[in-house]
């Protein structure tokens, strides 16, 4: 059948140009998320930057970071993920080495989960916020704007280990249409 074979016609969408922290390079690229107008966000991981590639786009805009590697509201330390709050276009961003998920909306950052290992985010389609904290093995949700509570743990959270309770390394995690979360269990193999 047709749709047994897949079509191999690659071509590159972002960066292409060696490695480096001009407009039209990344450095160690790790996440991205592709908004509905095909925009692609990406955490620029040793640039310490998020940067948005227009569909078609030459070069890419900074829109998070950019300003050197810190702990300043306006600077990151290594951007693991991000994703775009479809509601109010806000930019979520995984700041691994800040400890920290941080939101951006019309040129303003706030914190909203502090002193956590977050490495990874997902959004599912009622707006609530997950985020899998490696160091706790465990992914807690969140409802946009309800950040002052320690969030409910969804998977894990009940320390590093292989029973079905316990994750080992959590390194992606996915939300579907009915809120089933999906967890790459690393360590685990699962």
Not at 8 to 22: F, P, Y
Not at 46 to 70: L, M, P, S
Request: glycine share 8%; aromatic share 10%; with cysteine.
């Amino acid at each position: 059948s047709k749709f047994n074979k897949w079509q191999q016609n690659a071509i590159t969408v972002a960066g292409g140009n060696e490695e480096g922290q001009e407009l039209n390079q990344l450095n160690w690229p790790k996440r991205i998320f592709i908004d509905k107008n095909k925009s692609i966000f990406i955490a620029d991981w040793f640039n310490h930057r998020i940067v948005e590639w227009n569909y078609n786009a030459k070069e890419g805009q900074i829109i998070v970071g950019g300003n050197g590697q810190g702990n300043r509201m306006d600077q990151l330390n290594h951007p693991v993920d991000v994703i775009v709050y479809q509601q109010n276009h806000s930019v979520i961003t995984a700041d691994l080495e800040n400890r920290r998920v941080i939101q951006w909306l019309n040129q303003k950052q706030q914190i909203l989960i502090n002193n956590i290992h977050c490495n990874g985010l997902a959004m599912d389609k009622s707006g609530f916020l997950y985020v899998y904290d490696q160091e706790k093995n465990e992914v807690r949700r969140w409802k946009m704007g309800a950040y002052d509570n320690e969030g409910i743990i969804v998977a894990g959270g009940n320390g590093q280990g292989n029973q079905l309770n316990q994750l080992n390394g959590p390194s992606s995690i996915s939300v579907s249409e009915d809120q089933s979360v999906y967890v790459s269990d690393f360590s685990n193999n699962r």
